[in-house]
Structure formats: C-alpha cells, structure tokens
C-alpha cells in the first residue's frame, strides 16, 4: 500500500470521529434528588443492600410518581386535559414495561434462585400471587386505570409497596448468609442474558438513573465504568437520551398539567 494512502487514514478516521459525536453526542447523567425510598433496606452500602435496591429503587420511585399523579388527577376530577391524558398515558405504558420486566426475571431466575438456598418454598407461594395480581393491573386499560376508576391506581400503588416491602424483608437477611457475593452475581449475570437488546435499552437507564440518587453519583460513575465499552456507548449516545426524552422529561409536563388544567 502507498504510504501516501496511510497518511490519510488518522484524518479521515478522526473526521468520522467528529461526525459521530457531532451526530450522537455523549450524554451525561442528570442529578436526581438523593434519597433511599426503601423503608426495609435503610443503608445503600454493601452488596447484600444494592441487590435489591438496584431493581427495586427506580420502581419505588416511580411508585411515588403515580401516587403523586393520583392526587392530582383527584383534584381535576380525573378529568385532564387531552395532551396532559396522553402524556400521562405514555409514560405509564412504559413504566408498565420496566415493571413487567421486573416481575418476569424474578418468576423465572430471582424466586427460584432463593429457592435453591432454602429448605422450604412455602412462603413464596403469596409473592408469586401478588405478581399474577400485578399482571392483571398491567393488563388493565389505562383509562380505567387513571380516569374512570378512582381506586384502581391506589390499589396497584399499595399492592406494590407491600409486595416490595415483603420481598426485602425475606429475602435481605440472606445476602452474605445462604449464599455468597459470587453466587449472586452470577445469578444476576444469568437473568440479564434473557433480556433482549430492546428490553436492555429500557431496564439499564433506568437503573443508572436511579442509582445516582439512592447511592451517590460516584457509585453510579464507578458502576457505569465497568460497563462493556460498546455498551457504555450506546447508554450515552442513544438509550439515556431517549430515556430522559420519554421516560423523565414527561413527569413535570404531566405534573405542570395536572396542577394547572391544561
């Protein structure tokens, strides 16, 4: 090959270089307020606390939301305006998802994993309940669900905090006990590997997001930094935009809607 032709290679490799990040910028975490919403796990340090508050705390926050949402439909008689109604729908098509998610890898790898470290599985029986009832929530029209119904969504609401609650206090207590960091790490690696791409592009924002508020942003820039590089770059030049695009951003429009009528 010429070596007038390898001369052109750094530039042209550096121009596609400025292009791309031109085209698809690096997208930086946002702040969010720092505050560990679990009344049963009460500190953020340690491995045998981040295995359940890494799946749990970005739920219970949206379960907040909701619950804030609820209030305020009552105060315009559940009756928003169109714009506000479709937002408000939209996001909870996909916080409906990241919950379906949820409750799918722990039916087929979370419960069974704790099965295995234990004598009895008795008392999942009611867990995996509340999940066949959560299903029927997620299968519920979200017009009945927010607007025709005023007690449908404080049912979903306290069903999952409780659900949440339960799960934490029994299953907390065997972290570093009945089994060890290793083996609950390679469970989470099991679990992850059903995910598909689009699923991946909605559960791994979401936790990012979160894990900057309920642990510190240092633990979430350590956590991100272990990410494979290419998956590193698609959190921050695709999934996170998108994510605060139509999963954050929305919250103060629906919440601006709802407290003003418009």
Do not use: C
Request: charged share 30%; glycine share 4%; aromatic share 12%.
């Amino acid at each position: 090959m010429r070596t007038d032709r390898l001369l052109l290679i750094p530039p042209a490799v550096l121009l596609v270089s400025a292009m791309f990040d031109y085209l698809y910028p690096y997208t930086v975490f946002r702040e969010v307020d720092h505050k560990l919403r679990s009344q049963v796990i009460t500190s953020s340090e340690g491995w045998e606390n981040e295995g359940y508050l890494i799946p749990h705390e970005p739920i219970r926050r949206d379960i907040e939301l909701l619950r804030e949402f609820d209030s305020l439909l009552t105060s315009v008689d559940r009756s928003p305006s169109p714009s506000t109604k479709q937002k408000l729908v939209s996001w909870y098509l996909l916080f409906s998802e990241q919950l379906g998610l949820h409750a799918k890898s722990e039916d087929d790898y979370f419960f069974r994993f704790f099965d295995s470290k234990r004598e009895t599985v008795e008392s999942e029986r009611n867990l995996i309940e509340d999940h066949h009832q959560i299903e029927k929530f997620l299968a519920m029209d979200p017009e009945e669900l927010f607007f025709t119904n005023e007690g449908n969504l404080k049912r979903l609401t306290d069903l999952l905090q409780v659900h949440f609650d339960e799960e934490e206090k029994r299953y907390r207590p065997m972290f570093g006990v009945q089994f060890t960091e290793d083996e609950w790490k390679a469970a989470v690696k099991d679990s992850h590997s059903a995910y598909t791409l689009q699923q991946t592009t909605r559960v791994l924002p979401h936790i990012m997001h979160a894990l900057g508020g309920w642990a510190s942003p240092e633990r979430r820039d350590a956590f991100d930094a272990k990410l494979p590089w290419f998956i590193r770059q698609l959190l921050h030049r695709f999934w996170l935009p998108s994510y605060y695009e139509h999963y954050i951003d929305p919250v103060s429009e629906i919440r601006e809607g709802l407290t003003s009528g418009q």
